[in-house]
């Protein structure tokens, strides 16, 4: 690759430097190897499962604060971001690697809490922690999760299943888990006792990996795509346009939002609009449905879990363009989705 | 688990912190799954074939310098030490993940070198680079690397192999690398022009990962355990006589060192024994080998490879013990090897 000088990764972006080392790197994988650019890498395995294999690096400072997250819940939510990638593509959890970068000066009984946040979660979707990596670090902590799970080949949804007229659907409430992290970096812990905040920052802290939403929606063959929202609806619905080659609208007052982040909005003086769109780390599940087969999807979906889906929009064949509708009318939205390079 | 107040992690060190986290996790593992403990994780996949996981996280300012690396010597490093820890076991590589921290205000060029680093060792081994995670970071870089590999069942060696009375050998010279990081921490790199200088800059900046050594150990009978030198000797072979429950006798005059690194270590002041025995990262095996087979062995393995084993110990049934001989007598080494806990 040839690069124009003085170029810094804050000019390109975390997307734009996936998508050079994406042509780089993609060349020459065989086919049936699926590498860079969905939740999951998928791997042969026996038979006509494959293994998928998904890793988030989580840093002190960037994805959570020491100082404001209780060791149980980093440990739990380590392992839950990963389990998320896997439930995106319908796969069943397996096993676990775990690298760690710890002050010296960490005291055991912190590194236990982690574990047994950790191991809440493990033993409950019955992943197994198989080895990784320990070391000091004289600087932030570090935490580099890697999960392996399993599927059958024709049961596995990519990000490139959109096809125009989709109808575009969440598996949960959006904006929650951002409305958490705008308590967090405004007040302290002890002064959000209110049950709104507490409700918000719970979504924050313990996020739920929807594997088994994930695993049921990935039999379906009215689903088109299916992703996690993990940087946020308008950030992850653009990568399914881009690996779909469409574009999409979504309706703001559709989109569907807690309680607890509709009284913080008002509270707070938050866009509850922009917080519900823009705002990372729902780790709900954001599909496309054919919309010949999305009330049959829905049927069946209340009748496992008990309510709905949302519906939020649609995919449309204006490749590359996201429109936001209010009341049938394009608004334009403030904020995009997280990414990573741009500060 | 219980833990003494105010108890930390330097109190107990890396080792004794894996201990802690394999006695929490590996109940309940199953019987074909091999967890924490070894080089590599072993999982089930095709038929008699293992899968082979490793997983190695680097840090600037504990496990590299970023000041003191060129881009392409940090890329080509990392992937070369988790596939030292494959080749440990006898395993061939199939794919990568690469989770990367990079300040926003990182060059791509600087980017660009690193990756082509990485593909000039990727491609010589063919591993393919399926995913992972890129991220800024606010403080220093972070590179966590995860390698899959394959191996047949019955041709995969572990820390456990050795038997009292095997002998212990390792398949290159020790030492080199931590004299080059002992010139790296005491010169700026255009300070080190000499050539017994560059060769040891070379030896550690450039780790060969003995994948084809590995692959040829793994298939012989009369070599009981396996592993590779990345903590250093000292450190490495207490891991296999833990595992294998045995002690060991290790003889310094017959270490194996570099004519370079016996130059610096008299133009330095280095004690050589010191630095052949406890230094880290030369990236070669540490085999045990049934006493009866050796000689037969090292011809086999002189024809493959043109050079020879080094034969430097023997194990012993004294559980725990680790002895340094010199001219037959006991001695007592000064430094052990690295642990990265312990600062």
Request: net charge positive; proline share 4%.
């Amino acid at each position: 690759m040839k690069t124009r000088t003085g170029l810094k990764l804050s000019d390109v972006g975390e997307f734009g430097f996936i998508a050079r080392l994406a042509r780089t790197f993609n060349q020459r994988l065989s086919e049936n190897v699926t590498g860079i650019g969905d939740d999951c890498a998928v791997l042969p395995w026996k038979g006509d499962w494959k293994l998928l294999v998904t890793t988030d690096l989580l840093l002190d400072g960037v994805h959570f604060l020491k100082e404001k997250i209780e060791p149980t819940d980093l440990g739990y939510k380590a392992l839950a971001v990963n389990l998320s990638d896997l439930a995106a593509m319908g796969g069943e959890p397996l096993w676990a690697f775990l690298s760690i970068a710890l002050p010296a000066e960490t005291e055991l009984a912190w590194a236990d809490r982690f574990f047994s946040g950790w191991k809440s979660l493990s033993e409950k979707t019955q992943v197994k922690l198989l080895g990784g990596d320990t070391t000091r670090t004289t600087a932030s902590m570090v935490i580099n999760v890697a999960v392996l799970g399993k599927a059958r080949e024709k049961y596995i949804k990519y990000r490139s299943g959109a096809r125009p007229e989709d109808l575009v659907a969440v598996t949960g409430e959006l904006g929650s888990s951002e409305g958490g992290l705008r308590l967090l970096l405004k007040k302290e812990l002890k002064d959000l006792r209110g049950p709104a905040e507490k409700s918000l920052l719970r979504r924050h802290f313990r996020p739920r990996p929807q594997l088994q939403e994930g695993f049921f929606l990935a039999h379906q063959p009215q689903v088109g795509a299916m992703m996690d929202v993990s940087d946020g609806l308008d950030s992850d619905l653009r990568r399914i346009m881009e690996r779909s080659g469409t574009g999409a609208e979504v309706y703001l007052e559709k989109l569907p939002v807690s309680p607890a982040l509709k009284r913080c909005s008002q509270q707070y003086g938050w866009r509850l609009e922009e917080v519900a769109a823009a705002g990372g780390e729902d780790y709900c599940l954001l599909i496309t449905v054919r919309p010949e087969g999305y009330s049959d999807l829905d049927r069946h979906y209340r009748q496992k879990f008990g309510r709905s889906l949302y519906p939020v929009g649609r995919i449309t064949s204006k490749k590359g363009k996201l429109i936001y509708l209010q009341a049938g009318q394009p608004v334009i939205l403030q904020k995009s989705g997280f990414d990573h390079f741009k500060i």
